[in-house]
């Protein structure tokens, strides 16, 4: 039996795992990278413990696993019963014949038998592993995808639903047998929901969760709270506790009233998250709702044209207050616009920009009598205009 202890891998091995950990991680990862991940696992076993090193530090993580979900044992059963074609099984008629071949215990052919055993065995679980990571990969990784800074991006998902992305945004998405989860980490995304009676569309930000079957409508995460708006069709909005995404309710639906009921696209006054008297609250067409940490709006009226001019490259505010002017700018510009006066904050700010040109909009502060506007290598602050 051999005795030389178990070493941890090199320190070149562990940052390879940890790239490629980061990689799926992040998901949107083609064909090709999964076959040089395949590859390189199949390379040492060295690598195999540096991945599941890396990735039990990671399922340690307070806000990794938060449910429990990785049950060690489950994959191992899960990577018995997957198909083999990873792990070549020996059949019993030839293990007979590897026995009986060399039948002295002296022989050069029993010596290495010995040898043979534990490589065997080494070889058994390496395959096992290998699946099992398959599959570990396969149940708990969501593909994540993300714009930059200005950029915006379109998504065409398997069910043939479509997502925009606007730009600094970032969703989750995680397709199960039951429902099409979306978890919305950031930002604002227009959502072309293809039909499927059988698995609602989920989208969830930290404090809401939007269900739809074949509908078209923007959600836009802010710090503040997160607005709904709907282009077409229905879509059912419930404030959350803020659970993780895998345990999005696909049956919120049961408790809204019907199309046509007399109460459907109506909220009770704003109550505080988490209480019974929140339920979940049905919007239409034309409608918008905003779900704040502390309250929730009654639906009102939504300038479609407005809430989603960010698919045309154009900014439209009307009345909007400069601290959220200087937010959507913020979006696509790499030098910053800064309120450095804290009273100007709420000043209403008017009018259609393009979101490419932000000479535009910082031309237009600079003609507003109440305001100075300095440009710096790094920032444009606004500051309260002096007298003469």
Do not use: C
């Amino acid at each position: 039996m051999d005795s030389r202890p178990i070493t941890s891998p090199s320190r070149d091995i562990v940052a390879e795992a940890s790239a490629w950990f980061v990689e799926f991680r992040a998901g949107d990862v083609p064909a090709a990278t999964r076959a040089r991940f395949d590859e390189w696992l199949r390379r040492s076993p060295e690598n195999i413990q540096a991945y599941l090193e890396v990735s039990a530090a990671w399922s340690e993580l307070p806000t990794s696993d938060p449910q429990g979900r990785l049950d060690v044992g489950a994959l191992v059963a899960r990577a018995r019963a997957a198909p083999e074609d990873n792990v070549v099984a020996l059949t019993a008629p030839e293990i007979s014949a590897s026995i009986a071949r060399g039948r002295s215990a002296h022989s050069p052919a029993a010596r290495r038998r010995r040898f043979a055993a534990p490589a065997l065995a080494a070889s058994i679980a390496f395959g096992v592993l290998v699946v099992g990571l398959t599959v570990w990969l396969a149940l708990f990784r969501a593909d994540t995808y993300s714009t930059g800074l200005g950029e915006q991006r379109t998504l065409r998902l398997a069910d043939g639903s479509t997502i925009e992305l606007n730009a600094l945004s970032s969703v989750r998405v995680r397709f199960s047998e039951h429902a099409r989860n979306i978890e919305l980490a950031q930002g604002q995304a227009l959502f072309h929901v293809a039909k499927d009676p059988t698995r609602p569309f989920i989208v969830r930000t930290g404090d809401t969760d939007v269900r739809a079957v074949g509908t078209q409508f923007d959600v836009y995460r802010k710090l503040s709270g997160t607005t709904v708006t709907v282009l077409e069709g229905e879509v059912a909005v419930l404030p959350t506790d803020g659970h993780d995404l895998g345990t999005a309710n696909p049956n919120i639906l049961d408790t809204v009233p019907a199309a046509g009921d007399a109460s459907a696209g109506r909220a009770t006054p704003p109550e505080p998250l988490g209480s019974p008297a929140a339920p979940a609250i049905l919007l239409s067409a034309g409608q918008q709702i905003t779900v704040t940490p502390h309250q929730v709006s009654k639906p009102r009226k939504a300038d479609t044209t407005a809430a989603t001019a960010w698919t045309q490259q154009r900014l439209i505010f009307e009345a909007t207050p400069l601290t959220e002017v200087a937010a959507e700018f913020n979006r696509y510009n790499a030098k910053k616009l800064v309120i450095a006066d804290v009273a100007l904050g709420s000043v209403g700010i008017s009018g259609v920009y393009s979101s490419a040109d932000p000479a535009a909009l910082i031309g237009f502060l600079r003609a507003q009598p109440t305001l100075a506007v300095t440009e710096t290598q790094d920032e444009i602050r606004v500051t309260r205009r002096e007298p003469h």
